[in-house]
């Protein structure tokens, strides 16, 4: 089932600039996850925030995550042209609900050279 | 290896056959997942395969049949579908935890058109 959602649905950049995606949910959680997908492929997991975890990075990538706002956001700096794909947000909902992840709409990034 | 394998990678099937995906991984994970994605939208999950056993069907109609041979392998039996079931099926696997589920790792799915 679908408990979040995304903003905004689409992101056009060039590239070297930063782009940010939010995604919103409606329950508590246990942890938040990011991934990604080029198009037609696999999902590739990007990170994890738990939530007692305010911000957690990767490389490029920065993740927060405000429990009280039900809400995170992802940030890619210094973008590039193979960071083009949909970016996904996933909560684990608490109490688990058995292995459950709940993905929200998604959000494409299209970076032009 | 922290490979989810898939096979076919492409399957075009009319709706009177009768076919499997199949899928694999040597992470020694032991929860197993299908999900059916449609373009432009988020994956849906459809079974839960955890210590071998189907932990969830979420009202998956049954011309799609689940199977969990052992604890590295994860089929999907496919039979009389309809054109509507075209789309991405992707197979992913997660460590058990009792904690809540970890990362899960996808394989590059099977993209399936019924005619």
């Known amino acids: 089932s679908q408990q979040g959602e995304e903003d905004p649905q689409a992101l056009s950049i060039q590239e070297g600039e930063n782009a940010t995606m939010n995604c919103s949910y409606k329950t508590s959680i246990n942890n938040l996850q990011w991934y990604r997908q080029n198009s037609g492929r696999g999902l590739v997991h990007l990170i994890l925030i738990r939530s007692n975890e305010r911000e957690k990075h990767s490389g490029r990538l920065r993740v927060t995550l405000d429990t009280s706002k039900k809400s995170s956001s992802l940030l890619i700096t210094a973008s590039r042209a193979a960071d083009t794909a949909s970016y996904f947000c996933a909560t684990d909902a608490n109490p688990r609900s058995d292995y459950k992840l709940s993905f929200g709409a998604g959000t494409t990034v299209t970076v032009r050279a | 290896d922290t490979e989810v394998t898939q096979t076919p990678k492409h399957l075009v099937m009319g709706m009177t056959n009768k076919k499997s995906l199949k899928c694999e991984q040597h992470?020694?994970?032991?929860?197993m997942y299908w999900y059916k994605q449609k373009a432009k939208k988020p994956p849906e999950l459809m079974f839960v395969y955890s210590y071998e056993k189907l932990s969830i069907n979420e009202s998956v109609p049954s011309r799609f049949s689940p199977e969990c041979p052992n604890s590295s392998l994860l089929n999907l039996h496919l039979h009389a579908l309809q054109p509507e079931d075209s789309a991405l099926y992707l197979c992913?696997?997660?460590?058990?935890?009792?904690?809540?589920?970890?990362?899960?790792?996808f394989g590059p799915g099977t993209r399936l058109l019924v005619l």
């Open positions: 992470m020694g994970h032991r929860a």
């Open positions: 992913a696997s997660s460590q058990d935890r009792l904690a809540g589920v970890e990362t899960q790792y």
